[in-house]
């Protein structure tokens, strides 16, 4: 997300109507595409450490933000043997198995007043609630110390496997990025941030519509809200030279590579790399990218309005391989493009900052965003 302009908070829709839901038999079950993953990280200590742990608030924007997830509802700190030595060891090899994300909340967070959307909340056996676009459509609570959902892995990964797809657009930490690029094989890799507006608003729209589909190799996804990244102190200060310093690090920004980095960094962006060009300064490695969004808009003499500054512009379109894929009906470049006023919104409390809307500017690029990841993930 440009830095310059106004940050869209995440578009909180009304919330979804939540049918409660329970565990269906398999003739009726269908398969939910999970399309965010997370590489599993063998290195971790903390077998808890495997999953995102989340709160109510939480779990209540990623509802609202209608996203397809797998949800764990637990006991923190649960010394069950149960748990310890059988259905715990048993979700990690699933997750293990399938590169799968689960979120995970303590059943506390379920206070009086709080919503329950339909999961089956105790304080003593664990339940796996399955998300469809922010609504609960399967759910299962293990019954007692002996049931072989939870103490069977066979059974508990045929539960699974009927009921979810899990995807391979995946999320990697700090540490597994930088293992990315101290190897010899070529990766595709989103940068986005949780709580940018712009990635939210394509995690929801054309990004998600493509991950959900079934591809040849595997997009890799870096959170920049990682405070190794993008560090923030206990009053909510951004350190902006960690921050600036990481993005002309991986070529976000345009320090180390003009053709593929923009101004001083944005995200969404996607990059391909081949991480043995340059191993001191990962950002020369680049060998193809683009920057969704972060547009400037301006305002000419006669009160129109045109895109002033694009990543999509005359000096870079030929730097850019992926637009060999691109049909002559795609417009790729957008330097001085007109728009129309219903194509932009005004905000003169921040300074007479012209925004994009989000629904306009995707119609451009969400055929250069899927020609992009069609041509190199596949």
């Known amino acids: 997300m440009n830095k310059k302009h106004f940050l869209f908070p995440l578009l909180v829709s009304s919330m979804l109507s939540i049918v409660s839901s329970c565990d269906n038999p398999t003739n009726s079950t269908s398969p939910i595409t999970i399309e965010y993953g997370r590489l599993y990280d063998e290195t971790l200590e903390s077998e808890n450490a495997h999953f995102d742990l989340i709160d109510h608030a939480e779990l209540t924007s990623l509802i609202s933000n209608e996203t397809d997830f797998v949800l764990l509802v637990y006991k923190k700190n649960d010394t069950c043997g149960c748990w310890i030595n059988s259905f715990r060891p048993n979700i990690l090899s699933y997750m293990k198995k399938n590169n799968l994300l689960i979120y ?15 999961l089956n909340i105790s304080s003593s056996d664990q339940t796996i609630g399955i998300f469809e676009n922010g609504a ?21 990964s045929s539960w699974m496997d009927e009921r979810i797809k899990p995807g391979k657009t995946l999320y990697v930490s700090n ?11 070529k990766f595709t890799i989103g940068w986005m941030r949780k709580s940018c507006g712009d990635c939210s608003y394509i995690g929801r729209h054309s990004f998600k519509d493509w991950a959900k589909k079934d591809h040849e190799g595997v997009l890799y996804l870096y959170d920049c809200d990682d405070p190794i990244s993008r560090p923030v102190d ?6 902006t030279e960690v921050w600036q310093n990481f993005k002309d690090k991986y070529g976000l920004s345009n320090k180390y590579n003009t053709d593929f980095g923009f101004d001083n960094g944005y995200v969404p962006a996607f990059h391909h790399v081949d991480p043995g060009i340059d191993r001191e300064i990962p950002g020369r490695s680049i060998l193809d990218g683009m920057v969704v969004f ?14 002033s500054s694009t990543y999509f512009s005359d000096d870079r379109l030929d730097k850019l391989a992926f637009l060999e894929n691109v049909g002559d009906d795609v417009k790729t470049n957008f330097e001085n493009m007109a728009l129309n006023s219903s194509d932009v919104t005004e905000y003169p409390e921040y300074g007479n900052y012209i925004s994009w809307n989000h629904e306009s500017a995707e119609s451009y690029y969400a055929p250069l965003l899927n020609a992009f990841l069609d041509c190199y993930v596949g």
């Open 104 to 118: 995970a909340i303590s059943y506390t967070e379920f206070g009086e007043g709080a919503s329950r959307f339909g």
């Open 136 to 156: 609960l459509k399967y759910s299962k609570t293990r019954n007692g110390d002996d049931d072989p959902w939870a103490v069977e892995y066979e059974k508990f």
């Open 175 to 185: 540490t597994q990025l930088n293992a990315l690029y101290a190897g010899n094989e």
């Open 234 to 239: 206990e009053d909510g200060n951004l350190n």
């Open 294 to 307: 972060n547009d400037t808009i301006s305002k000419g003499e006669d009160g129109g309005y045109y895109v």
